[in-house]
């Protein structure tokens, strides 16, 4: 157990050590982003030619399939739409980044990475330093979250230097995984390719760590791990459903009858089995989204972290239960009609974190969710920042880092809209909670969720 005011040193310490270079990655200055724009930051690709022709192979996909089955599920309409395996949105193209369909919060400032990572040696510590730990993402993007956090166990050597660690991504993109390999490793040359593998791809990564790629969590080995999920749970499918005089009914997809070239909403005739089995009694919204491969996801990840240790980092836009209709698209800095040329556009849904915790089925604690600025500030985001505005003369630097400060925290912009949410065994919240007898230490705080006077 660590005593707290060692915690607290070590939490600034982390702080100033980790690497003071601040002109590594920024906002342009011809980005203008306004609030409707920050949960999916939008940008046309310049080829849109093959959009075109991805968009007709997947509309013409979709229509035979329903004309072959019927009207087909909101969850299965996104699984086909965004990840299969020929024209699906994720699939062949990286959507991040500035030429790409929407940027996230570790894109647009290097602190907001350097703090998760330092949460995941925080979280070690809190567990007793053990011997070795896993570092999974799911669903890593560009690797630039990884390759923050990385940096800071690099910078951290000194104390991690007994921990044998390893990493672990969970990504179905071949083009992504491909760019993550390039900023990670030294390269698609130096990695092991196995494409039927449930490892489909392992090498070292430019700090010597072991890493690999799965596109399953149940592949990942079995072992005390720390796990991220950044941006990951809002593009799972959803199921929808509308509350009738007949009950529940699912909203489901078909051929519009009037114009046999588009797709439409329509209601199911009866009870479907996601009607019968997803929905919970007691919820009283007339319309409600259900990620059920979000649940299954969430009940793994607390069987793994109460069998085998460790602690989960989830980061999203979402809502406490609270939301009806969120499912959208976003394409060229709008909103985008979810059923028009499919497979060009961003498919997205606020992430239930009720359902979430729900899910758990008792097995971690669950903290959060809570505002992205509150968690940030509460790891000392303002420490961190004036470390970097001290080792910069250069008015440009300080006027980026500045600029995408407010584009996190700014509760107007990216600030309130995402929230954090973790996953703990139950004895870590219990050795917290639990009163200290007289002359003990107190267990260290939960970094993020508590207020950490820096």
Not at 84 to 98: F, I, K, M, Q, S
């Amino acid at each position: 157990m660590i005593p707290l005011n060692s915690f607290l040193l070590g939490l600034r310490c982390f702080s100033k050590r980790i690497s003071n270079d601040s002109s590594r990655r920024h906002l342009s200055g011809s980005v203008k982003l306004c609030a409707g724009q920050l949960m999916r930051w939008c940008s046309r690709t310049s080829n849109t030619t093959k959009e075109h022709d991805n968009s007709s192979l997947m509309l013409k996909h979709l229509i035979a399939k329903i004309k072959s089955t019927g009207p087909i599920s909101v969850a299965e309409y996104m699984r086909e739409v965004l990840t299969n395996p020929v024209t699906g949105y994720y699939y062949h193209r990286d959507a991040l980044g500035p030429q790409g369909d929407f940027i996230t919060s570790p894109e647009i400032s290097q602190i907001f990475g350097e703090l998760l990572g330092i949460w995941c040696v925080s979280e070690w510590m809190a567990a007793g330093k053990p011997k070795a730990f896993h570092l999974v993402e799911l669903g890593p993007g560009r690797g630039t979250l990884a390759s923050d956090v990385l940096r800071v166990f690099n910078q951290l050597g000194s104390v991690l230097r007994a921990c044998e660690i390893s990493v672990h991504l969970v990504e179905v993109s071949p083009k992504l995984s491909e760019t993550q390999a390039r900023l990670l490793t030294e390269g698609e040359n130096c990695l092991m390719h196995d494409p039927t593998a449930a490892v489909y791809k392992t090498g070292v990564t430019k700090t010597g760590l072991p890493i690999s790629w799965y596109k399953d969590l149940q592949d990942v080995p079995k072992g005390l791990a720390f796990y991220l999920a950044h941006e990951f749970f809002d593009v799972l499918p959803i199921h929808k459903f509308q509350k009738t005089k007949q009950g529940w009914r699912e909203i489901l997809i078909d051929i519009d009858p009037q114009s046999p070239e588009k797709l439409r909403f329509v209601l199911a005739p009866s009870a479907t089995f996601a009607s019968k089995t997803l929905i919970q009694r007691d919820d009283e919204r007339d319309h409600v989204e259900i990620c059920a491969e979000a649940g299954v996801i969430i009940h793994r990840l607390a069987g793994r972290i109460t069998e085998d240790g460790g602690a989960a980092l989830i980061a999203d836009y979402g809502h406490n239960g609270t939301k009806t209709d969120t499912f959208r698209g976003f394409r060229g800095h709008q909103l985008h009609d979810v059923l028009t040329a499919p497979g060009t556009a961003d498919l997205t849904a606020d992430v239930d974190f009720r359902y979430l915790r729900q899910m758990t089925r008792g097995k971690v604690t669950t903290l959060g969710p809570i505002p992205q600025w509150e968690f940030l500030k509460n790891m000392g985001i303002d420490v961190r920042l004036q470390v970097l505005m001290k080792n910069t003369s250069d008015p440009t630097t300080h006027r980026n880092l500045i600029e995408a400060y407010d584009m996190i925290m700014n509760p107007e912009k990216m600030g309130n809209r995402f929230k954090f949410f973790a996953l703990l065994p139950q004895s870590r919240v219990i050795s917290q909670e639990a009163k200290p007898e007289k002359h003990s230490s107190t267990a260290s705080p939960i970094a993020g969720f508590s207020e950490l006077q820096l």
